[in-house]
């Protein structure tokens, strides 16, 4: 079985700091990791995927994540936070039982100030 | 814009009702996922079809039936609706069922049931 452990529910930065969202997970085969983010409202937007390859990828709106075997993590950084980063982000594994299906964490819901 | 398309928006109703929800996959996407977030369950995944197969099951009540249609839009029949059913209800495509194809979601509806 797989499953998605993101720490902290509420992460809060000043406009300009690091944002660092963490999430952990379990699985049993090779995962693909993924990390979506919801604003207000609105569904789901994909913000970088793992498959395989470069550990270290590089998605939109400046974000970035290492895939880190070893610790069995997928943590989501960004230098540099922007007001319009405020939102909920979801880390997900894919793989099911018997489908293709992704599995989500809780969510982290990201406030920045100014 | 993701590209897929969900009505109604938005879905008042009362327990022990019956309702259908509709989605439209991105052009050229075979697959078509069902999702329901809630506040106490996160994200689940509830149902996934290819091509107009059923292609795996997730935590689906046995009251929730799906299918797709050979125009490829797939819609989610709830029946017998009680108040934990309200929660928001996310459809996704993908153009293939494989794991690291990444999944478009549509902009949900929102289910109310009173």
């Known amino acids: 079985a797989q499953s998605v452990t993101q720490l902290g529910s509420h992460v809060s930065v000043s406009e300009g700091a690091l944002v660092l969202l963490r999430c952990n997970y379990s699985s049993s085969v090779p995962p693909y990791l993924f990390w979506y983010v919801q604003y207000p409202n609105q569904g789901l937007q994909l913000l970088l995927k793992y498959t395989t390859g470069a550990t270290l990828v590089k998605g939109i709106n400046g974000f970035e994540a290492e895939f880190k075997k070893s610790e069995t993590s997928f943590h989501l950084t960004k230098p540099s936070a922007h007001m319009s980063d405020a939102a909920e982000y979801f880390c997900a594994v894919s793989g099911y039982q018997a489908g293709t299906a992704l599995i989500f964490g809780k969510g982290t819901t990201l406030s920045v100030s100014s | 814009d993701s590209g897929v398309t969900q009505t109604p928006k938005h879905l008042i109703t009362a327990t022990g009702q019956r309702v259908t929800l509709r989605c439209s996959p991105r052009?050229?996407?075979?697959?078509v996922y069902w999702y329901q977030q809630s506040l106490d369950q996160g994200l689940q995944f509830l149902i996934q079809?290819?091509?107009?197969?059923?292609?795996a099951k997730g935590n689906i009540l046995e009251r929730f039936s799906a299918q797709q249609f050979p125009d490829l839009h797939s819609e989610l029949n709830l029946s017998s609706l009680e108040l934990g059913d309200s929660a928001l209800y996310f459809c996704a495509s993908s153009v293939d069922p494989g794991q690291f194809y990444e999944q478009y979601f549509g902009p949900g509806t929102r289910l109310t049931v009173t």
């Open positions: 079809y290819y091509n107009g197969e059923e292609r």
């Open positions: 052009s050229g996407d075979l697959s």
